[in-house]
């Protein structure tokens, strides 16, 4: 199994820009699909970007596409999510996700994904 630990949350300002990082311990993440998802209080879990097994491939939601970017250094068993010009409805606990697909696409869906962190709360003020 990998344990992930998501870092890099905080309270910032609406238009300022934030990179949560996602660790990866026990396993290699080189062959797994991994997900960035997000919680608001009062709503569900919310896909938000993922990157497939190689790399080549990404997803966005349509609430974050031209904002936000997803990253893996596998080198470093590290995934990073890049967000610029935060806006208040971005915030939420921010979850990372490792999954076991080989899929060309990364899947959007919590239940494709097989291993958790446990969040880092992202503010933005207004």
């Known amino acids: 199994q990998v344990q992930l630990v998501e870092s890099g949350g905080g309270l910032v300002q609406a238009g300022v820009s934030l990179r949560l990082s996602c660790a990866a311990s026990g396993r290699t993440i080189e062959s797994y699909a991994m997900g960035w998802f997000r919680q608001a209080p009062g709503k569900e879990r919310e896909f938000v970007a993922a990157?497939?097994?190689?790399?080549?491939?990404?997803e966005f939601a349509d609430s974050v596409k031209g904002r936000f970017t997803i990253s893996r250094d596998n080198a470093k068993n590290t995934v990073y999510l890049q967000m610029n010009s935060l806006k208040p409805e971005d915030t939420a606990v921010y979850y990372c996700?490792?999954?076991?697909?080989?899929?060309?696409?990364?899947?959007?869906?919590?239940?494709?994904?097989?291993?958790w962190g446990q969040g880092t709360q992202v503010t933005v003020s207004s």
């Open positions: 990157i497939n097994w190689s790399g080549g491939y990404t």
């Open positions: 996700a490792a999954g076991s697909s080989w899929a060309l696409h990364p899947p959007r869906y919590p239940n494709e994904y097989d291993f």
